[in-house]
Structures are given as structure tokens and as C-alpha cells.
């Protein structure tokens, strides 16, 4: 036997007796799906909040502490009376 | 808005109803072969569907063109692998059942032996789907295959009796 009459005879062997699809599949599937979309879309809510509200947190820091300005210096005494 | 948004879950429901109509059947076929289950007796089977399933409702509306048939079968496929090694090991627990035709395989060469020769994937997308080499999935598929028509221990005249069956 070559190897398409025995793919073929394997084939065969798997297609016999298909099982039923039980009536309340569609429903559990759609529970479970509905229920994996509705976390989903929590997940993604709750992620675009932190990262929201680090960005508001981040602005509102920057614009208290201007860290972009050179802090006075604190080792030369300042220049005076000459 | 709102009201686009129903319309839109309508239309989504009303293909998800027609996709699960027409590949559950073939679906379920494909799960029971892989758990090694009786026909009418697959609680396992049932199961690795509705999570497939499932998960294509999930990413329904992120197929964008792909085929939700395939994805399903990716997903079963990967999770009977990923979960097989715990569920199929020793204790005894899930036996394969004797009457079903890939009972003699152990759930790799199951798994194998399904996509290649009753779903029809291409070796090269088997191999790349499960992580293998075309080579080993070639191989795999040539062991089983001979597993199933000789069975190493018990009665050689099973394979002519399967020919003789009309299908």
C-alpha cells in the first residue's frame, strides 16, 4: 500500500461516526465569549486610565517643579563687593 | 451611535450564528478524534469547542479578513497541546475510549494525524503551528499513520473490515 491509499484508508477510518453538536453549545459559547470581550474590554479601559492619569500626574509634577531649570548652585559662594 | 452599535451587534451575532452552524459540526468531529472520546460520550470535546469558539467571538471583529474557521482551529489545536501533557498523564485518567479510531495514539500523534490528514493543513503550517519541524511532523504523521493501519498488538484483519465499511 503506498502512502495516498494509506492516507485515504486513515481518512476514512477518522470519518466515520461524526458525534452530535449538542443544542446549548451556541448559547454556553456566546456566554463565555460575551463574557471574555466584556473583560477585555475592562482591561483595555483600566489601562488607558492609568495610563491617562500617570500623564496627568507627570504634567502637573513638571509644571510645579520646572525640572528643566538649573538649580542654584550650592558649593561657590556667591561673587560680592568687588 | 448607540443605535450603530446595535445594528452592528446584530449583524455580528447573525454571522457568528451562521459560522457556528456551519463548522461546529466538523469542529466537534475534529475535538472528539483528538480527546480520543466516544462519539455520544465527549465532555471533553464539548469543552475544547465552546472555548474555541468562544475565542473566535472574542476576536470576531478583529479578523479583518481572515478566515474565522481557521483561527478556531488554531486555537483548539494549540490549547489540546498545551493542556494534553497534564490532562492525558498518568494516574490513569481519560483513558483513551476503545471505540475511538485514534485510541491506539498517544495525543501528539492524535493531534498530528488530524490536522494533516483529516483537516487537510499543509505540513509546512502544521509544523509552524505547533512548533515542530516539517521534518518531525512528516515523521510523526508517517508513524502514526502506519500505528493505525497495523496495530502493534491485537487483530490484523481490522484494517481490511474498515475498508469493507461503506462510508
Not at chain 2, 83 to 95: E, M, N, V
Request: net charge positive.
Amino acid at each position: 500500500m503506498n502512502k495516498p491509499e494509506r492516507e485515504a484508508t486513515v481518512r476514512q477510518l477518522m470519518e466515520r461516526t461524526p458525534p452530535q453538536v449538542p443544542p446549548e453549545l451556541y448559547a454556553d459559547v456566546l456566554r463565555r465569549g460575551g463574557r471574555m470581550l466584556r473583560r477585555r474590554r475592562a482591561a483595555r479601559r483600566l489601562m488607558w486610565l492609568l495610563l491617562w492619569s500617570a500623564v496627568v500626574a507627570f504634567t502637573v509634577w513638571a509644571l510645579m517643579a520646572h525640572p528643566w531649570v538649573e538649580p542654584p548652585s550650592e558649593t561657590t559662594p556667591p561673587l560680592t563687593g568687588w | 451611535m448607540r443605535e450603530r452599535q446595535a445594528s452592528q451587534g446584530a449583524r455580528r451575532a447573525r454571522e457568528f450564528e451562521a459560522f457556528v452552524a456551519g463548522a461546529a459540526g466538523r469542529l466537534l468531529h475534529a475535538a472528539t478524534l483528538l480527546t480520543a472520546e466516544a462519539p455520544d460520550d465527549n465532555p471533553r470535546a464539548r469543552r475544547l469547542l465552546t472555548l474555541s469558539l468562544a475565542h473566535t467571538y472574542a476576536c470576531w471583529d478583529r479578523l479583518r479578513g481572515e478566515d474565522p474557521y481557521d483561527r478556531a482551529r488554531q486555537y483548539l489545536a494549540t490549547r489540546f497541546a498545551r493542556t494534553a501533557w497534564h490532562q492525558y498523564g498518568g494516574l490513569g485518567r481519560a483513558r483513551p475510549h476503545p471505540g475511538s479510531p485514534l485510541g491506539a495514539l498517544v495525543p501528539q500523534e492524535r493531534l498530528i494525524v488530524v490536522l494533516r490528514l483529516y483537516e487537510g493543513v499543509a505540513e509546512e503550517q502544521a509544523a509552524a503551528l505547533l512548533g515542530l519541524s516539517t521534518e518531525r511532523v512528516r515523521a510523526i504523521c508517517e508513524r502514526s499513520t502506519a500505528t493505525l493501519l497495523h496495530p502493534p498488538r491485537g487483530p490484523a484483519p481490522k484494517v481490511a473490515g474498515a475498508e469493507v465499511v461503506p462510508s
